[in-house]
């Protein structure tokens, strides 16, 4: 495996959520292009640590937010760069899929719009090209102009994927993506992650030791609010240093 | 437990049952057009043209929907996106306050400054008038009708998940761009239905509208002349005439205009709110 250059650094990261730590001294080095897992039980942080890479924890006034987060040289928590900008370089994936509430084409054509590109047949092409990399194109080609809502649960979720593809992010971040899908649909979702990863740094979390298995490059294992232990995944999986790394892979975490 | 539920339940159909019986006999008289559509309203000759108070109403209520949507939508917006939290939980008590403010002292504010008020910008239009005016009316009723609308709307934009807005936004929109074309689209059904039920309201209200708008049977061309809306009507003549059989049934017809139109925006308002979650 060739040296693997770094995408996001972590330095120091601590989340209050008012009087309460939820992420305690937060230190990773998230490699590029490829799979980091971040891996939990439910309420360790794995959440809020995600929503610190893209700053929606501005949205939340109880939120305090300290240390470092640097992504191309620049520390983004701190960044004069206009929060939109830094937004646009990672597309963002939630535990249900949450369509705009338009149709299946504007859902795509969206983040292209915004960032304004309006020229319709450009907007025509870039939309099939999306829906093409998700393998969605087949199954909507001939209604694109329904609302995004009449899709499958793991049809949305692919499309909310793509229209997080559109505004060229270097980076996925994915809570949960398939928590609320059933296992086809997920696999189908895993696939895609599989073959977006030469193109983009994807950060999944999940609470899911099997899906860590099958896709990760290198995992880091949260616990309360913790990171017990990180590692590239083989390293990882096969031979675990701390006591509660052991316990969880075997099955047996309080 | 039961009886009472059946009372409450079937009162509508009952008051509904009623007007109908009532008016049957103008109805026997007068073809339903013409008494909806003809311009003459002489009780005394026998003509009972609605067509002037239908209008008025009709004049009122949206120059009050006109006022009070927008200001409602951005007041719902502000509060639920912009605002600090604590914020909304003063705003509560004041919609309360606002709604439980009896018709009548409404009237009493319109009177004592809506109508001065309206007739000194008169001029600025080029027309003199007493005040006592459609625009009057449609200013007091804008008023009333707020709480209303604007209960309805912050509850919706408060149940939109915050996950939604966090997609736009993940997706380099603005805030603003994110209300605009995100929100504002998610909340669209509950803001029609909102408006409904601000016409519905805004459709039967008659105290305060009757104080303040002038009640001159003419049909209004602007929002500047006096107008005389339907409910003005049945509250300033009932009880009056009834020697006149004709005319009691005329006014129990008009009273039934009022409430097909304000069950019909009930029923429309109610409807969109739950079918129409197209999205």
């Given at each position: 495996m060739k040296a693997t250059e770094t995408e996001i650094k972590i330095n120091n990261l601590n989340v209050f959520h008012g009087n309460h730590?939820?992420?305690?001294?937060i230190n990773i080095e998230i490699p590029k292009q490829k799979i980091t897992v971040i891996l939990?039980?439910?309420?360790?942080?794995k959440t809020t640590l995600l929503k610190c890479l893209n700053r929606?924890?501005?949205?939340?006034?109880n939120i305090k937010v300290n240390g470092e987060i640097i992504i191309n040289g620049e520390d983004i928590l701190h960044s004069k760069e206009d929060i939109t900008n830094i937004r646009r370089k990672m597309g963002l994936l939630s535990q249900m899929p949450y369509p705009l509430p338009m149709n299946i084409y504007n859902n795509i054509a969206y983040g292209l719009k915004i960032s304004g590109r309006k020229k319709k047949k450009y907007l025509n092409k870039r939309v099939e090209y999306y829906l093409k990399q998700i393998n969605l194109w087949e199954e909507v080609k001939d209604r694109?102009?329904?609302?995004?809502?009449?899709?499958?649960l793991g049809q949305q979720q692919r499309l909310c994927l793509a229209r997080g593809l559109t505004v060229d992010p270097n980076i996925i971040l994915a809570d949960e993506?398939?928590?609320?899908?059933d296992p086809v649909s997920s696999n189908a979702i895993e696939e895609l992650f599989l073959n977006l990863k030469q193109h983009y740094t994807t950060v999944l979390v999940t609470h899911t030791l099997r899906q860590a298995k099958r896709i990760a490059d290198y995992v880091v294992f949260m616990y309360l609010g913790e990171i017990i232990e990180q590692g590239p995944a083989d390293e990882f999986f096969?031979?675990?240093?701390?006591e509660k790394t052991k316990s969880y892979l075997r099955g047996t975490s309080n | 437990m039961l009886a009472c539920l059946l009372l409450v339940m079937t009162m509508p159909l009952l008051i509904g049952i009623g007007l109908f019986l009532k008016s049957t006999l103008l109805l026997d008289n007068n073809s339903i057009i013409n008494l909806l559509?003809?311009?003459?309203?002489?009780p005394l000759n026998q003509n009972f043209g609605f067509y002037p108070f239908i209008i008025s109403s009709i004049w009122v209520t949206l120059t009050a929907i006109i006022i009070a949507a927008p200001i409602c939508l951005l007041t719902a917006i502000y509060l639920t996106q912009?605002?600090?939290?604590y914020f909304l939980k003063i705003m509560h008590p004041v919609i309360d306050i606002l709604a439980g403010i009896p018709s009548v002292v409404y009237g009493v504010c319109g009177v004592l400054i809506i109508v001065p008020f309206v007739s000194t910008i008169a001029p600025i239009f080029g027309k003199q008038s007493s005040g006592y005016t459609i625009l009057s009316g449609g200013i007091v009723l804008s008023i009333m009708i707020t709480p209303f609308i604007l209960n309805i709307l912050i509850e919706i934009f408060r149940n939109i998940p915050d996950e939604l807005k966090e997609a736009s936004l993940s997706l380099g929109a603005t805030k603003w761009e994110t209300i605009k074309f995100v929100l504002i689209k998610k909340a669209s059904p509950g803001i029609i239905s909102s408006i409904g039920l601000g016409i519905s309201r805004a459709f039967g209200e008659t105290m305060a509208v009757l104080m303040v708008?002038?009640?001159?049977t003419k049909i209004p061309k602007n929002a500047l002349d006096p107008g005389y809306p339907l409910p003005a009507l049945i509250a300033n003549n009932y009880?009056?005439?009834?020697?006149?059989p004709m005319y009691d049934s005329a006014l129990m017809f008009g009273a039934l205009i009022l409430f097909v139109v304000v069950l019909f925006f009930n029923i429309i308002s109610r409807l969109t709110i739950t079918k129409l979650e197209i999205y």
């Open positions: 730590h939820t992420l305690k001294n939990g039980s439910s309420g360790c942080g929606l924890t501005d949205l939340y006034s694109l102009k329904d609302p995004a809502s009449s899709l499958s993506p398939t928590s609320a899908l096969n031979n675990p240093k701390m | 559509f003809s311009k003459t309203w002489k912009y605002s600090k939290k708008v002038g009640n001159v009880g009056e005439m009834l020697s006149i």
